[in-house]
T-cell receptor, first 114, second 113 residues
Framework: NAGVMQNPRHLVRRRGQEARLRCSPM?????VYWYRQLPEEGLKFMVYLQKENIIDESGMPKERFSAEFPKEGPSILRIQQVVRGDSAAYFC????????????FGSGTRLTVV | GENVEQHPSTLSVQEGDSAVIKCTYSDSASNYFPWYKQELGKRPQLIIDIRSNVGEKKDQRIAVTLNKTAKHFSLHITETQPEDSAVYFC????????????FGGGTRLMVKP
């Protein structure tokens, strides 16, 4: 089992460009969560998805951010027109179909906006 | 929604001493409390968890206690070693599939040799 796979590990974007972050959950996991971690800070919830459904996006900024988890393929977190304040580590986590046994996190994508 | 407070934000101990990190939560419906360890530049990793039907759980040098009445839970690390140095996060959430976790702000533990 390869675990939760995120790519790219590091992403550099200029202000105004788009950033696309990908996450493939663990085999057998159908719940995907995205968290943002600013330097020296904690994990802030952004969005919770199941296949083809956004279950809770209460942590997503109202503009420029979107997420999807299509029937086939990885979950995508998209940030349009990036600004310097978007620089952070973005972690994806997945959890199983059945009881909550805690999240398994991916290695994260470190986004730097220059 | 749930709110999780974690203290202290930094903790420095001598190798071999014990370390205790405390968290409080606000939502009495929460019944699942995991702890994560995050080393510098790496992913958070689950180290221990506890559910509301037990008051204490132990795994070698780490233990977690839960007081549902007071809505607080704690992580105890005994005989600390330099490799225990990391940031530790508590979290609270529901017990069912898909229930989201709310994380505390983290505790940076430094174990001095």
């Amino acid at each position: 089992n390869a675990g939760v796979m995120q790519n790219p590990r590091h992403l550099v974007r200029r202000r105004g460009q788009e950033a696309r972050l990908r996450c493939s959950p663990m085999k057998g996991h159908s719940h995907v969560y995205w968290y943002r971690q600013l330097p020296e800070e904690g994990l802030k919830f952004m969005v919770y998805l199941q296949k083809e459904n956004i279950i809770d996006e209460s942590g997503m900024p109202k503009e420029r951010f979107s997420a999807e988890f299509p029937k086939e393929g990885p979950s995508i977190l998209r940030i349009q027109q990036v600004v310097r304040g978007d620089s952070a580590a973005y972690f994806c986590a997945s959890s199983p179909v059945t009881d909550n046994y805690g999240y398994t996190f991916g290695s994260g994508t470190r986004l730097t906006v220059v | 929604g749930e709110n999780v407070e974690q203290h202290p934000s930094t903790l420095s101990v001598q190798e071999g001493d014990s370390a205790v990190i405390k968290c409080t939560y606000s939502d009495s419906a929460s019944n699942y409390f995991p702890w994560y360890k995050q080393e510098l530049g790496k992913r958070p990793q689950l180290i221990i968890d506890i559910r509301s039907n037990v008051g204490e759980k132990k795994d070698q040098r780490i233990a977690v206690t839960l007081n549902k009445t007071a809505k607080h839970f704690s992580l105890h690390i005994t005989e600390t070693q330099p490799e225990d140095s990391a940031v530790y996060f508590c979290a609270a959430g529901g017990n069912n599939a898909g229930n989201m976790l709310t994380f505390g702000g983290g505790t940076r533990l430094m174990v001095k040799p």
